[in-house]
C-alpha cells in the first residue's frame, strides 16, 4: 500500500449527528498529512485510532468554518498532551490570528512550536516538503481566497538491476557508487552508462485535494495524472444556478476536471445536504469520467501502482 | 415540569469518541438557556432534537477551550440557516474578538443581529433578563476569568383565591384588579387586604452552573438554596494537589459547597479523563451532601417544587 486517505468528514456546511465536515487524514509513505480540519477532528482521529502524535503538517484549505472549526482544539490537545514536536500549520494568513488569540485568552503558552506556513492563493508553489513528500498549493476560485494541495512522493532513487550488475562484471564494493547514480568504467576503459546498471525507480504516486472551487479548467495542469483527485460536488447539475452563484462545483464539473487532467481515479465529496443520496452524483459524473468514487465520511482508499481501491 | 437540563457534555479538556466537553441546555419556564458550548455542541442539540432556533441565549463561563470551542460553528449555522432573530451571547471580553476575527475571515455578515455581554469576573450582577427569568453571573476562581450562573425564575404574580372571593362577595368585573395586587373595599366600605383575597404564587425554582473553579466557599451566598446545583468535580481527594494547582475542584469540594448552599441536589461533572467511572466522586461527596447526582453526557434532569429526578 502507497498511499491511503481517510475521509473523516465530507459533509458541507454544518455536521450533522452523523456527519462530519470536511476532514481528511492521506498516509503517504509512512507518513501523515492532516487536510482541513472540520469541527469534531478530534473525535474522528479517535474513532479511526489515528496516532495523532505522528500528524506533523495539517493544510486548511480555506476559512469557511466547515473546513477548520476543529484546529483550535487539535492545538489545544496536543499542547494538553504535552506534545514536544513541531506542527507545521499551511494556511490562509488570517488563520495565524484566530489560533493567536484563541491561545491568549486561554493564556495557553503551547508546549511545542507551532510553525504557521501562509499560503498564497494567487499561486501554484511548492508549500511543504518532507524526506519523502512534497506538497503544492494550487490556487482555486472560490467565495474566500482558496488553495487546493497536490501531495506528490519524492522520486525514490533508482535500484541496482542485479543482473546487469553481474552481466557487466561489476565487483560488489563498486555497487553502492552505481547505485548512487554513478556510471562504471571496467578494466578495458569501457564507460557502462548508470541507465544500463540500473531500474526505473517506481513511478511516484499523488494526490490532489480540490476543496471548495467553481469549475476552474484553467488550473488542471496542475494535477496532470495525479493518481488520486478529490473534487468538490456540492451540487448536481439541477442546481447549475446555485453552483454558480455560491462558486461550487457540481458532480458533472469535478468529473470534466478529472477528464481533462487524465487522473486515475476521482473522488466526489462536500455534498449539499439537500441530497438523500449520491445516485444523481454519480450518475452524472460518469458523463465526463469513468473511475468515480462517492466519498463518504469514514471511507479509506487505497492506492498503489497496480489498483486504487475503497477497503 | 418547571425545569429541565440537559448535560450536553461533561467530559474536562479534551472531546473523546463518545465524550463531549462542557455544554448545556437549561429549559425553563419554555425558554432555552445554552451554557458553554464545547465542541460538537451542534451534532448535541442535534441528537436531543432541540429547536436551536428557540436558543436566543448563550453564556460562556470561560476561555478554555473546552467549555467554547463550538460556539462559532453554531453562530455560523444560524447565519446558514438564515436566523433572523437577535442572539445574545454573555461571556469574557476576548470572546467578542474571536467570533469577531473568525467571521471576517470567512466575509460573513450574519442574516442575523449579534449581542454581546461582556461579563465581567470580579462582580456577581444581573446579566441577562427575558420576561420570564433572571440570570446573574457568579465569580469564580480559576486559572482565567471566569463566571458561574445563577438562573432564576421570575416572581408570578399571586393569584385569585377562588373561595375566598366568593366568600367576601367580590365582584367578577372587580376582580382583575385584586389580580393586579389592589386591596378591595366591599359596599360597607370595609377594606379587604389583597393578602385575603389571593394565594402566593409559586415559589421561584433556580439552577446555578459553577464552572471550572477552585473550592470557593466565599461565593456560597450567590446560590443559597438554589434548587438545583452543578459544580465541575474535576478531580477527587487522592489528587487533591492537581486539583490546587490546576484550580479546579474535587468531589468533596463540590459536595461541601452544596451542603453550605443548602441547595436541594447536587450534579457533579467535568471530569478528568482519569477516572473510568464516577464511583470515588460519589462516594466523596456523600460524605458532605445526600442528594447528588454523578451527571453524564445526554442526562436529562427534571425538577419541580415536588420533586428533582433523571429522565
Request: negative net charge; contains cysteine.
Given at each position: 500500500m502507497a498511499f491511503e486517505l481517510i475521509i473523516l468528514g465530507c459533509a458541507s456546511a454544518t455536521p450533522t449527528s452523523e456527519q462530519y465536515t470536511t476532514s481528511q487524514l492521506l498516509t503517504m509513505r509512512e507518513q501523515l498529512f492532516l487536510i482541513d480540519c472540520g469541527e469534531g477532528v478530534q473525535q474522528q482521529l479517535r474513532r479511526h485510532r489515528v496516532k495523532t502524535g505522528r500528524i506533523n503538517h495539517i493544510f486548511i484549505s480555506h476559512l469557511h468554518g466547515d473546513h477548520y472549526f476543529g484546529l483550535v482544539g487539535l492545538i489545544s490537545s496536543f499542547h494538553l498532551q504535552r506534545r514536544k514536536k513541531e506542527l507545521h500549520i499551511y494556511g490562509p494568513k488570517p488563520l495565524e490570528e484566530i489560533i493567536h488569540v484563541q491561545l491568549k485568552a486561554s493564556k495557553t503558552w503551547l508546549t511545542y512550536p507551532l510553525v504557521f506556513h501562509v499560503t498564497n492563493p494567487d499561486k501554484a508553489e511548492l508549500v511543504a516538503e518532507t524526506n519523502k513528500v512534497e506538497v503544492y498549493s494550487i490556487p482555486l476560485i472560490h467565495g474566500i481566497a482558496t488553495t487546493g494541495f497536490k501531495f506528490i512522493e519524492k522520486h525514490n532513487p533508482r535500484s541496482i538491476d542485479r543482473d546487469a550488475v553481474e552481466k557487466y562484471g561489476v565487483p560488489k564494493h563498486e555497487r553502492a557508487?552505481?547505485?548512487?547514480?554513478?556510471?562504471?568504467?571496467?578494466?578495458?576503459?569501457?564507460?557502462?552508462?548508470?541507465?544500463?546498471?540500473?531500474?526505473?525507480?517506481?513511478?511516484?504516486?499523488?494526490?490532489?485535494?480540490?476543496?471548495?472551487?467553481?469549475?476552474?479548467?484553467?488550473?488542471?495542469?496542475?494535477?496532470?495524472?495525479?493518481?488520486?483527485?478529490?473534487?468538490?460536488?456540492?451540487?448536481?447539475?439541477?442546481?447549475?444556478?446555485l453552483a454558480t452563484q455560491t462558486k461550487h462545483s457540481t458532480a458533472g464539473d469535478a468529473a470534466q476536471i478529472a477528464h481533462a487532467a487524465q487522473v486515475r481515479c476521482l473522488i466526489l465529496g462536500h455534498y449539499s445536504s439537500r441530497y438523500p443520496n449520491r445516485d444523481v452524483h454519480l450518475a452524472e459524473s460518469k458523463q465526463y469520467f469513468q473511475n468515480v468514487i462517492a466519498g463518504h465520511d469514514n471511507m479509506r482508499i487505497r492506492a498503489d501502482h497496480q489498483s486504487i481501491e475503497v477497503v
Amino acid at each position: 500500500m502507497a498511499f491511503e486517505l481517510i475521509i473523516l468528514g465530507c459533509a458541507s456546511a454544518t455536521p450533522t449527528s452523523e456527519q462530519y465536515t470536511t476532514s481528511q487524514l492521506l498516509t503517504m509513505r509512512e507518513q501523515l498529512f492532516l487536510i482541513d480540519c472540520g469541527e469534531g477532528v478530534q473525535q474522528q482521529l479517535r474513532r479511526h485510532r489515528v496516532k495523532t502524535g505522528r500528524i506533523n503538517h495539517i493544510f486548511i484549505s480555506h476559512l469557511h468554518g466547515d473546513h477548520y472549526f476543529g484546529l483550535v482544539g487539535l492545538i489545544s490537545s496536543f499542547h494538553l498532551q504535552r506534545r514536544k514536536k513541531e506542527l507545521h500549520i499551511y494556511g490562509p494568513k488570517p488563520l495565524e490570528e484566530i489560533i493567536h488569540v484563541q491561545l491568549k485568552a486561554s493564556k495557553t503558552w503551547l508546549t511545542y512550536p507551532l510553525v504557521f506556513h501562509v499560503t498564497n492563493p494567487d499561486k501554484a508553489e511548492l508549500v511543504a516538503e518532507t524526506n519523502k513528500v512534497e506538497v503544492y498549493s494550487i490556487p482555486l476560485i472560490h467565495g474566500i481566497a482558496t488553495t487546493g494541495f497536490k501531495f506528490i512522493e519524492k522520486h525514490n532513487p533508482r535500484s541496482i538491476d542485479r543482473d546487469a550488475v553481474e552481466k557487466y562484471g561489476v565487483p560488489k564494493h563498486e555497487r553502492a557508487a552505481v547505485q548512487r547514480g554513478m556510471d562504471w568504467e571496467n578494466e578495458q576503459g569501457e564507460v557502462i552508462p548508470n541507465a544500463k546498471l540500473t531500474v526505473d525507480p517506481p513511478r511516484p504516486l499523488s494526490y490532489a485535494f480540490w476543496s471548495d472551487t467553481c469549475y476552474n479548467p484553467d488550473k488542471v495542469e496542475e494535477i496532470s495524472e495525479v493518481d488520486v483527485l478529490y473534487h468538490e460536488a456540492t451540487f448536481t447539475q439541477a442546481e447549475r444556478d446555485l453552483a454558480t452563484q455560491t462558486k461550487h462545483s457540481t458532480a458533472g464539473d469535478a468529473a470534466q476536471i478529472a477528464h481533462a487532467a487524465q487522473v486515475r481515479c476521482l473522488i466526489l465529496g462536500h455534498y449539499s445536504s439537500r441530497y438523500p443520496n449520491r445516485d444523481v452524483h454519480l450518475a452524472e459524473s460518469k458523463q465526463y469520467f469513468q473511475n468515480v468514487i462517492a466519498g463518504h465520511d469514514n471511507m479509506r482508499i487505497r492506492a498503489d501502482h497496480q489498483s486504487i481501491e475503497v477497503v
